[in-house]
């Protein structure tokens, strides 16, 4: 069974800080790879999804990238801003089975001014 | 519609009463899932649909709970008896096509359950 892991569980930055939060698998044989933005008592919202012939992508100041070989994902966020306090969790689907998504427990965000 | 919407937001039940949680996806979407997050956790597979079909439940916790998708379109999760563990909210995915087509997945608000 996939498992996906976040490090680390928990962030508080400063205003203006470059961001790195990490996803691993432990089956690399991951198909796409979607990141999502859950904000306290609500859905979640899509950020960025990585398909299987894509190595990253980018929107704004968000950049997520996938190495599959070792089964890892990272979003990066440039210039962090309060707005950006949230929670951060990563889904991916694995090849040749049911290609459901598996979620992480996520990485919850404070950016304080 | 313009996205996924889930009814009710919030529903408080006493233990023992059955629920019904309403998904209705985006027009159009082939695939609907269900998820169950806990507080603190991240979303935990429940149910899995292609149109009409339930082609994957294997993330149901018990026979207690049961989901359907009649047409293709809107689904309810239904839980009976509920206890206090089931206590969690309950999000709902949909997708322009099936599982193994690289489309992403859109989520709608979520229903939290409370069991008291």
């Known amino acids: 069974k996939q498992e996906v892991t976040q490090i680390p569980a928990a962030l508080s930055v400063p205003e203006g800080e470059n961001l790195v939060l990490n996803c691993s698998f432990t089956?690399?044989?991951?198909?796409?790879l979607q990141w999502f933005r859950q904000d306290p008592g609500k859905g979640l919202t899509s950020l960025l999804l990585?398909?299987?012939?894509?190595r990253e992508q980018t929107s704004g100041r968000l950049n997520a990238s996938l190495d599959k070989s070792s089964g890892r994902s990272t979003l990066y966020i440039a210039a962090s801003q309060p707005g950006d306090s949230a929670t951060y969790l990563c889904a991916g689907s694995v090849s040749g089975g049911s290609y459901i998504p598996t979620f992480g427990r996520g990485t919850s965000l404070i950016v304080h001014p | 519609g313009a996205g996924v919407s889930q009814s009710p937001r919030y529903k408080v039940a006493k233990r023992g009463q059955d629920v019904a949680l309403r998904c209705d996806p985006i027009?159009?979407?082939?695939?609907l899932f269900w998820y169950q997050q806990a507080l603190g956790q991240g979303p935990e597979f429940l149910t899995y649909?292609?149109?009409?079909?339930?082609?994957?439940k294997s993330g149901l916790p018990s026979d207690r709970f049961f989901a359907e998708r009649p047409e293709g379109s809107v689904s309810t999760l239904k839980i009976q008896r509920t206890q206090q563990e089931d206590s969690a909210v309950y999000l709902c995915?949909?997708?322009?096509?099936?599982?193994?087509?690289?489309?992403?997945?859109?989520f709608g608000s979520g229903t939290r359950l409370t069991v008291v």
């Open positions: 027009s159009g979407h082939v695939s």
């Open positions: 649909f292609q149109n009409e079909a339930q082609l994957d």
């Open positions: 990585i398909q299987s012939s894509q």
């Open positions: 089956d690399s044989a991951i198909y796409n």
């Open positions: 995915a949909s997708s322009l096509e099936e599982t193994r087509f690289n489309y992403g997945y859109t």
